[in-house]
RNA sequence: GGAGAGAUGCCAGAGCGGUCGAAUGGGCCGGUCUCGAAAACCGGUGUGCGGGCAACUGUACCGAGGGUUCGAAUCCCUCUCUCUCCGCCA
């Protein structure tokens, strides 16, 4: 959500950033914005000063009546009495154009940084750097849905059986697979001073609003009704909202959590032939990143994010290419992104592997997460996460690109964690 | 699931329906003292919104939402959460 003095201050700043990620109502929007605002002010004066005068007279009241001057005070009674009904009529005013401005602002994205290019469509992201070598696969090379049955490792039948589709059952070497990339993701990034969480899996609706799945997007969100709790779609959603309504002090900075969860998303409407396999599910594993950061600082953290992320697709012998996504490719709440895509030589596409991405503040703002620092000075955080990384696809373009006619080989570096060098 | 107790500022903890944004203690920050520190003493120490260049000022907030009253942290109702005991249980 952003910061109604932003909007204020900046107005036409604001109206050309959401230009240029194709944002069609920016103008009207935030004109409605600054017109209902406009309006939400006066209001609040004029009940601020009746409000005022009827706290003055209660006081007054209470002095003459002990002064024993009961008719004064019967008379001041009624004036505010009367003050009482246009106070009521002025907050419900007010609680009502609230409201107002707090749905149009829920309905405006964020404005994304400078540097952010704009575009349409994922043909207009710019790729700003590539690394490794497409290895050149045999002429039989399959796709993972198959190898996976050849060697038995995941099966979306048995999923389907106890479950759905999208909710596949990782088995034997499969199973350990996963396992040890969940591991060695949390390795690395505890090595480089993250703290590990475990957060709860499902969430309540504030911790929906407080990251931006709510309102509107409920709909990807598996929701348990009997006790009105979501299923996270991603460890971003809790260990975010561990800061919702939280005043950080210098010590408390900078934050940076790292936690492994199951993710969940329903995925409406969107199955078809490019979501085969592992390449879309219902429930996947991922490890996320959560940085908390000092807007002065906060496109650095982005970067040593990125650069920790391509770490690790390094260290697992993928070729990769990074992103930086135009504006009409950015998710809603995000001020700039980075998508790191893995090239998957059986299925001869990019997979997006990973999204790292800057909020600025669009996040605190909702979440009321704040710095204060020794001045006494009050402000917002930004707030930045990444995915380092999401299983399936990893597991995906491993299981592809390294396979042979001997079997799957594991990456070298796994190989500790799994405990074999080769799925055969 | 059953019974009871409670929810107040960074923490602990007061608070006859008006003088309560809130005593007191601790913490923290600043100062005096000191070569330095401790102790002692003095002062400061919430957030949102509105107005103002600012100093400052109006208003709201004592778990959340309603209600009674001229006036509510204080009375009433509903909800949420926490704690204790019992039951169940990984």
Redesign the pocket.
């Known amino acids: 959500m952003l910061q ?1 003095q932003v909007l204020r201050d900046q107005t036409q700043k604001v109206i050309a950033g959401l230009t240029k990620r194709n944002f069609r109502e920016a103008e009207s929007i935030v004109n409605e914005v600054l017109l209902v ?1 406009t309006d939400r ?1 006066a209001t ?2 004029l ?3 009746i ?2 005068k ?6 007054k ?2 002095e003459l ?1 002990k002064a024993g001057k009961s008719e004064e005070a019967t008379t001041l ?1 009624n004036a ?2 009367a003050d ?1 009904e246009n106070i009521k009529i002025n907050e419900n005013r007010l609680a009502d154009l609230e409201a107002q401005l707090q749905q149009l602002l829920y309905r405006i994205p964020n404005v994304p940084a400078e540097q952010v290019p704009p575009g349409k469509t994922p043909d207009d992201n710019i790729t700003t750097y590539e690394w490794g070598k497409v290895p050149t696969l045999a002429a039989d090379a399959q796709p993972h849905w198959e190898l996976i049955k050849k060697y038995d490792i995941i099966d979306f039948e048995l999923g389907v059986k106890i479950s759905g589709a999208g909710f596949p059952v990782y088995k034997g070497k499969g199973a350990r697979l996963q396992r040890a990339l969940i591991n060695f993701f949390l390795d690395e990034a505890l090595a480089l001073g993250y703290t590990e969480i475990q957060p709860p899996i499902v969430v309540n609706e504030a911790s929906g609003y407080g990251t931006g799945q709510l309102p509107d997007k409920e709909g990807q969100m598996y929701f348990a009704t009997e006790d009105k709790l979501y299923l996270i779609p991603t460890a971003e959603v809790p260990i975010t909202n561990l800061y919702r309504d939280v ?1 950080l002090g210098d010590d408390d900075l900078p934050v940076k959590n790292v936690g492994y969860t199951p993710c969940f998303r329903r995925e409406a409407g969107s199955w078809g032939a490019h979501v085969r396999g592992l390449n879309r599910l219902h429930q996947f594993d991922k490890v996320e990143i959560v940085r908390i950061a000092r807007p002065e600082e906060s496109y650095d953290v982005l970067e040593e994010m990125c650069t920790h992320v391509q770490g690790l697709l390094e260290k697992l012998e993928l070729p990769y290419r990074r992103l930086l996504l135009c504006g009409g490719d950015m998710g809603f709440n995000s001020a700039m992104t980075f998508d790191m895509e893995v090239f998957s030589a059986a299925q001869q596409r990019w997979l997006e592997v990973s999204s790292v991405s800057n909020f600025e503040t669009f996040q605190a703002n909702r979440l009321k997460l ?1 710095h ?1 620092g020794k001045d ?1 000075k ?1 402000q917002l955080l930004h707030t930045l996460n990444g995915s380092a990384l999401a299983l399936p696809r990893i597991v995906a373009a491993i299981i592809e690109n390294n396979q042979s006619k001997d079997g799957i080989v594991i990456p070298k570096v796994l190989r500790s964690y799994t405990g074999f060098d080769l799925i055969s």
Do not use: T
């Open positions: 109604l605002d002010r609040q004066g009940l601020d000063d409000r005022a009827s706290n003055a007279d209660s006081k009241i209470g009546m009674r505010v009495a009482k005043v704040r204060k006494g009050v």
